[in-house]
């Protein structure tokens, strides 16, 4: 009887006004972050700043700060190579879970600080991100791809010369029906390349956010000098408003 009496005790509190009960959500969100090391972006002042501008990024997004979302699976690699289609590393979650800030920039300066005329096809890395998804049983969760890059599209033509296709032979195909949500979003891109990849891209359901470099650099004037990383709330709210901000659906065929 007296069991009996306090689970119905325990119930009536739940259910009083003013009591809630709350379950801890797991992580859902897939993010995928490519790093652009052609010379036509790694040989520019945006490179050092982009890497820079991640190690927050990631920083934050990893420890949930400032309402960031936390991810599932964190994946790092490079966009750009000597050949085409060549397969690239992706580096997980683990290579920057434990880190500071500061940590994590000197990680990322360590894995893409070669620089080269590489090539930079976005198609082999949007393709090395759908074959991960699949791979990794993330099919269905939500899924955000982060570059930094000038955006410029560069492939092999013959005899291995460097040609530029138009926007529209950018392929994401591969990455329309992995989840209802998949967002990229083009980092330090120049406005003009910026509204090429917005416009011309084909596409169903992928939402494509560019933000140019010009706007990219405002992320150094929201520091406050806090004490605390996690108190820098004006670089916390930049990030959430700028670059996560939640981009429109747009179909291009």
Known sequence: MTRRL????????LLAPGCTFTQREEPR????????????FARTPHFKDSLRFLSYYLYGHLHGIGGLEKP???FVGSIGGDTPNEPKAFYPIQAFERKSAREIEAKLTELFSAQGNYYTDFNAFFQRVAETVRKQNLVLAPITIVIVTDGIFEVAGPGGKAVLPPYEKI???GLEYL??????RV??????VAAEWERKIPR???????VEAEVMGGWREQFENQPNLEDEKRLWKWIRDIVDHRARRQTIL
């Open 6 to 13: 306090a689970v119905l005790l325990l119930a009536a509190l």
């Open 29 to 40: 969100l897939s993010l995928f972050v490519g790093v652009d090391v052609s010379g036509s």
């Open 72 to 74: 599932r699976a964190l």
């Open 171 to 173: 392929d994401v195909s």
């Open 179 to 184: 989840a209802r949500n998949v967002t990229i």
């Open 187 to 192: 980092l330090y891109a120049s406005p003009k």
């Open 204 to 210: 169903e359901r992928i939402r494509i956010w560019p």
